[in-house]
């Protein structure tokens, strides 16, 4: 009985703490973007709480589609105009191809009704999944909140404050 | 009294909790899927029990070697025979260099007498890894059970039940 | 002294445990080696233990930038010279454009008045972060103790050891 008693006990701490994932996306290729959202989404819909950090490459994702980021200085005009992002301008890691290979995953997709990226985007965020940006990528890369979709209200964040996610969570991912 | 009493009988699981790791497999070069294969293996020879969770290109280092993926359509065609897989195929990251790096790091590790990727996937198996492929993927890339290494046994299964291992885990790490 | 027995038993896994975090280092790229030494140093700054480990691509972060290490063997020779790393040889993941890219952001970086990585591993040494080589790709390297920086004096370890700090961790992060 005592040992029942205990092992009921210990049980409670487990299933608080399961309900918290941290996934830190700092590539911006399709389907690592892709592979992130399928968690996210999934992990919401099972009731777990989802914190997203976007840094470095990662914060692509999220920026606006028809962003026109206007950056001052000649190399980091040159370098937002190399690094353009929005989902829709996101490539395949691996058989790009000049855009051909990532064309053909998206109608792959699409013939399997399968959710793009903006579904999955859009239903992680109905499902409550919280999206941040890096404060420090963003400073690097020029990009202040009006730069990302209104869609995922991201709140420009710093490293400390995912660490405090991090620390509190079941699992923290760094998709790379 | 008796709050206190819970909170400490609380914090016991974590002991127990230690014995899971579970391990993304989101990429399918040879010295990620090393990486990956050489700590799933020392886990399990230190009693930790490990689940890997194959998806996208990871799929490839489970693939069959011998394989001849049938895919309808000439779109899954083309991408099936471009991203054809299977460990023996598998091509490092970086200095690849059309394969003469990757032939070299393996003679390496041969005059080293370091397992083979194809040993480490025998030896986890032996040691209880379970492996299992990510059933989006699998959908998206035409693949079925049969397409996997008999070796490996693997499962197809959902993000859902990949979220349900991490959650129960000490660790979960995302290869990327 | 009852406090003290009630912290002893409830802090043990818990508080503790928070206070852990592991970091894999498996790239050797500039971004992704600053997203690793901004992580540990703002972890290292909240009084969480960091202890990170590096291998494969991963160690070209932590040999010395004047390293002559000699290979014995042709192959190794060759791969050595391809392979030379230390921090200031990094390079991005991305838009590297011959080396043009790297240049500008750490450009950009110094502009901004951040941290170069430089100074982001000796503020993660000196707060006490712990960095290690991992022993099985140090031996198909070549590489030995001498060939790393004195500043973060790594010692060499196995995957034994990785796994043993990642089961005591609250997250353990794959860069890859």
Redesign the interface.
């Known amino acids: 009985m005592a040992e029942e008693q205990?092992t009921k006990?210990?049980?409670?701490?487990?299933a608080e703490e399961?309900k918290k994932?941290?996934i830190?996306v700092?590539?911006?290729e399709l389907?690592?973007a892709l592979?992130a959202f399928?968690?996210a989404a999934?992990?919401a819909?099972?009731g777990?709480a989802v914190t997203m950090f976007f840094?470095?490459?990662g914060l692509n994702i999220i920026k606006k589609n028809d962003s026109k980021v206007k950056n001052k200085g000649f190399?980091?005009k040159?370098?937002g105009w190399?690094?353009k992002g929005g989902s829709k301008r996101l490539k395949l890691?691996?058989?790009n191809m000049m855009g051909m290979?990532t064309g053909?995953?998206k109608?792959?997709?699409r013939g399997?009704k399968?959710p793009s990226l903006e579904d999955l985007m859009t239903m992680s965020h109905q499902m409550g999944v919280k999206m941040h940006a890096c404060s420090?990528t963003c400073?690097?890369m020029g990009l202040a909140e009006g730069d990302f979709i209104d869609e995922v209200e991201p709140e420009i964040v710093?490293?400390?404050f995912?660490?405090?996610e991090?620390?509190?969570?079941?699992?923290?991912?760094?998709?790379?």
């Not at 006990?9 to 487990?14: F, I, Q």
């Not at 991090?166 to 790379?176: C, D, G, H, R």
């Open positions: 205990q006990a210990e049980a409670k701490p487990e399961k994932l941290t830190v700092f590539a911006g389907d690592k592979a399928m968690i999934t992990a819909s099972m777990i840094t470095f490459w190399m980091r040159m370098f190399l690094n890691s691996k058989f290979g053909m995953i109608k792959m997709m399997m399968l420090t400073g690097l710093g490293a400390a995912f660490l405090g991090a620390v509190e969570s079941k699992s923290t991912l760094f998709i790379s």
